[in-house]
């Protein structure tokens, strides 16, 4: 059935959630013997899969499974997190076997009774994910035996202090660890990571007491990506020990006391194209150091104190491929600086002081396939500058002064996949204009007008696979004109107060559906029953119905077995 198992160390870390996703959720007996493809065929599990399951049904049965070649174990091993079925007793019976990746991160119950089993693996073990669990420094001193480990998760592990950090120094081979989350650790702990000379990846995401510990970093010359986000004791004293990480390609800075002054130090890491100084207390003299780094690609600079001076130095920015500006004071007069980054593919100005006349700056900018003015002054007027815009693939203009006959503008931006229309001036007329955009996937009318008679526009729509029509007047007749869209996976038409149990029905026959939200209508329960074909269904929202949580709660443990999240609950 299965050979010894083996991996290349320097192939990337496999992340299990699970191997066998297409049984059930929550251990019942009751087996699914087929499943459906994407096609909606049912198929038949293999030999393999239908071995691996039964065992995993009776798994505390067997004391050991360390004769099994080590492929096998180890997929034994995902199916038992995955169905939750493994608990302290019956993880004795895969002491001894090989295998490379343990992932229990959110598992329930893990703690430092767990990890003496768990790192007995020694040097077999190539990564473990203990994110979320129990364990303290008492449990980690067991990992030191694991001397080969490539990537070790330890996220919201916050009984995990220096002393902990203390027992990872000795893992030479790891490429990435992950501690987010964590208040315990502080600048003295993090000496134990200077040695980690292998490390490639490092996540100290709001560990909020390591105030001039960066300093212990200077000697991973390999790194390439660090996450700091969140770490508001971060100062601009701390980026100076970063400068020699002369690898470093990714760089998160969101939310920490970094300015100007700061990203001076930046200016010779030429490898970094990722940078991210979301609610940073910069401003456009930055850009003097910014403009310096040679291989910066991704930018987001998202409500930071960027106003109209110094904005001009945007134009020195000629490599990147995507920026972020929104949530700031700037208005037409910085486009102008932005016409020249002929290389950008997505652009954010969410909520920016934008209007119809300084689009003009964006027409030229034939690369962009994201485009975010979301809550700006944009209206009807400014949408002509975009319909040259041939690559586009995303625009979001939700909450702008935007009317029906400026939709005429968009006819031709073929490319486009995913529209954003949250605008309570659209009514059926404006969709009407939409209906060449045939190639979308992704259409949001969430505050439109929209009723019985526009939604027969959206036959024309039959690559959709995400609709959103909420706080209007459809009716059952309208979702009559919705139920031939079969690639859709995520239905929203809430707040429709008129629809019934007959849009359930017809809503049965959009088998890949995976969200649905029909909120705040007058379905009951006696419509549920038309949703046992939708077996891909993991999210169901029917709050303010008549349906109750048990209601739901019935037909998730007989009928839909993938369902995960649901309201009421």
């Known amino acids: 059935m299965g050979g010894s198992s083996s991996r290349n160390r320097s192939a990337p870390v496999r992340e299990h959630r699970g191997i066998y996703r297409r049984y059930s959720r929550n251990g019942s007996s009751k087996w699914q013997a087929t499943f459906d493809d994407k096609d909606g065929k049912a198929i038949c599990p293999s030999l393999m899969e239908l071995c691996t399951y039964k065992i995993c049904q009776q798994v505390h049965q067997y004391d050991t499974f360390s004769m099994l070649p080590g492929d096998i174990s180890q997929l034994i091993f995902d199916e038992s997190v995955y169905s939750r079925r493994l608990t302290w007793n019956n993880l004795e019976a895969f002491r001894g076997c090989v295998l490379h990746d343990i992932d229990l991160g959110e598992y329930p119950g893990v703690d430092d009774s767990w990890m003496e089993a768990i790192f007995s693996h020694g040097s077999t073990l190539l990564?473990?994910?203990?994110?979320?669990?129990?364990?303290?420094?008492?449990?980690?001193?067991?990992?030191?035996?694991?001397?080969?480990?490539?990537?070790?998760?330890?996220?919201?592990?916050?009984?995990?202090?220096?002393?902990?950090?203390?027992?990872?120094?000795?893992?030479?081979?790891?490429?990435?660890?992950?501690?987010?989350?964590?208040?315990?650790?502080?600048?003295?702990?993090?000496?134990?990571?200077?040695?980690?000379?292998?490390?490639?990846?490092?996540?100290?995401?709001?560990?909020?007491?390591?105030?001039?510990?960066?300093?212990h970093l200077r000697c991973l010359s390999k790194l390439q990506a660090l996450n700091l986000n969140c770490c508001n004791c971060i100062t601009d004293a701390d980026m100076e020990p970063l400068?020699?990480?002369?690898?470093?390609?990714?760089?998160?800075?969101?939310?920490?006391?970094?300015?100007?002054?700061?990203?001076?130090?930046?200016?010779?890491?030429?490898?970094?194209?990722?940078?991210?100084?979301?609610?940073?207390?910069?401003?456009?003299?930055?850009?003097?150091?910014?403009?310096?780094?040679?291989?910066?690609?991704?930018?987001?600079?998202?409500?930071?104190?960027?106003?109209?001076?110094?904005?001009?130095?945007?134009?020195?920015?000629?490599?990147?491929?995507s920026l972020n500006l929104g949530f700031n004071d700037i208005s037409d007069d910085v486009l102008v600086h932005l016409k020249g980054l002929i290389n950008l593919e997505s652009l954010n100005l969410d909520s920016c002081i934008i209007r119809d006349n300084g689009l003009v700056h964006l027409a030229g900018l034939h690369r962009l396939k994201c485009l975010e003015l979301s809550d700006t002054l944009v209206g009807s007027n400014g949408l002509r500058h975009l319909s040259g815009l041939v690559n586009l693939e995303s625009l979001n203009l939700s909450f702008t002064a935007i009317t029906d006959g400026g939709l005429k503008h968009l006819c031709g931006l073929s490319t486009l996949k995913s529209l954003n229309l949250d605008v309570r001036q659209i009514t059926d007329t404006g969709l009407e204009a939409l209906t060449s955009l045939t190639g979308l996937t992704h259409l949001?009318?969430?505050?439109?007008?929209?009723?019985?008679?526009?939604?027969?526009?959206?036959?024309?729509?039959?690559?959709?696979?995400?609709?959103?029509?909420?706080?209007?007047?459809?009716?059952?007749?309208?979702?009559?004109?919705?139920?031939?869209?079969?690639?859709?996976?995520?239905?929203?038409?809430?707040?429709?107060?008129?629809?019934?149990?007959?849009?359930?029905?017809?809503?049965?026959?959009?088998?890949?559906?995976?969200?649905?939200?029909?909120?705040?209508?007058?379905?009951?329960?006696?419509?549920?029953?038309?949703?046992?074909?939708?077996?891909?269904?993991?999210?169901?929202?029917?709050?303010?119905?008549?349906?109750?949580?048990?209601?739901?709660?019935?037909?998730?443990?007989?009928?839909?077995?993938?369902?995960v999240t649901f309201r009421p609950e």
């Open 127 to 215: 990564s473990a994910d203990l994110s979320g669990s129990n364990v303290t420094d008492c449990g980690l001193v067991h990992i030191k035996k694991c001397v080969n480990v490539e990537a070790l998760n330890l996220n919201f592990c916050d009984q995990i202090s220096d002393v902990g950090l203390d027992h990872i120094k000795g893992l030479l081979n790891l490429t990435t660890l992950s501690l987010k989350r964590n208040k315990n650790i502080t600048a003295e702990g993090m000496s134990a990571l200077s040695g980690l000379v292998n490390l490639l990846n490092l996540d100290l995401e709001r560990c909020t007491s390591i105030y001039g510990g960066l300093v």
């Open 243 to 321: 400068s020699e990480l002369t690898n470093l390609k990714e760089l998160q800075l969101s939310s920490t006391k970094v300015t100007d002054h700061g990203v001076v130090f930046l200016k010779g890491l030429h490898k970094l194209a990722l940078l991210n100084m979301e609610l940073c207390c910069v401003t456009a003299a930055c850009l003097d150091s910014l403009s310096a780094i040679e291989g910066l690609l991704h930018l987001n600079l998202s409500r930071c104190n960027m106003t109209g001076d110094g904005c001009n130095k945007f134009s020195r920015l000629k490599g990147l491929k």
């Open 444 to 563: 949001d009318l969430f505050c439109a007008h929209i009723t019985e008679a526009g939604t027969i526009h959206l036959r024309n729509f039959k690559n959709l696979q995400s609709l959103e029509i909420c706080g209007g007047g459809l009716t059952d007749a309208g979702v009559a004109n919705i139920k031939d869209l079969r690639s859709l996976m995520l239905l929203n038409l809430s707040q429709n107060y008129c629809l019934t149990d007959a849009s359930l029905e017809l809503i049965a026959g959009l088998t890949q559906l995976v969200s649905l939200n029909l909120s705040d209508s007058r379905v009951t329960s006696a419509g549920l029953q038309h949703l046992k074909p939708l077996k891909k269904l993991k999210s169901l929202s029917l709050e303010s119905t008549e349906v109750t949580a048990n209601d739901i709660k019935s037909l998730q443990e007989n009928d839909l077995p993938n369902l």
